[in-house]
């Protein structure tokens, strides 16, 4: 091994550390290849070549690793995703904690090509829905996000997420509930949102399926309006299966911090990365994203 490359794994080493004991490393290989979807023959493979991911050591020698670890990976496979070398992907992931506790701001930062629109309420009801109805009529075995920021806008859409629960592999609501249900498949599993999280500002659609991957995702802007239709919206929305898997991901990582042991629940299987979207979708995004414009103007 080259000293260049010895140095980049000690730094590594020293940044991923950070504190972190064995106390909170619970998770063996096989899990960690289960969330990441990341054989654990490529695990081993990274981890001789780059020190990543590091993985804490029990006294018998066996490897356990953190939630931070998981993230990592998915990280890496994200960069990767978006053209970077695999060493560069895993330096770049392996920088301490940047997670905003926002699925729009870490969506943007993971594509920043995401054009972001101005939206109203009743446009991103409408786009809502339509995300909704379609998932219902044609995706099979979706993992699906919802924000509602609070309770009572996730009543008044409780029927067609419960609707859309029956026959998904998971469905996962972000809401200001004080006592959120007990977690059941079938049913929508309800993420109580803290009085300080991003996520009370923000409004997510995420239907994460092989045949119809779609994600809108929203941030409210703050003040400026008079009445619940007149609320606006900083919006991105996408039908790219990258784009949708990594806010699916994100999603779900944030799931974990705020309400550990999901996963476990839902049975939740690891997602293979999906294809990238062609030219032809791009410019048909891009034309959609006008159309959109032109609507919500004219209301």
Known sequence: MTKPMQHFQQNLGTMRRGGQGLGNATLTIGDLAHRTGVPISTLRSWERRYGFPEPRRQPGGHRRYSEADVESV?????????G?????AVQ?????????GSVFA???RLHPLLRPQVLSRRTLVSMSHAIEDECAARAADPVLFGGFQRQRFLSASYDRWRELARTAQCTVVFVDVADPAPARRGVPVEVAIPPDSPLNREWLVVCDAADLPACLVAVERPGGHTGPMARTFEAVWSVDPQVVRDASRIAAALADELRPGWREVVDLPPQPDPPGASEDLYRATLLFDRMVAYIDAAR
């Open 74 to 82: 998915l990280e890496v496979l994200a960069r990767r995703r978006g």
């Open 106 to 108: 870490d969506l943007r």
């Open 84 to 88: 970077l070398s695999l060493a560069a």
């Open 92 to 100: 770049r992931a392996d920088v301490p904690q940047a997670r905003s």
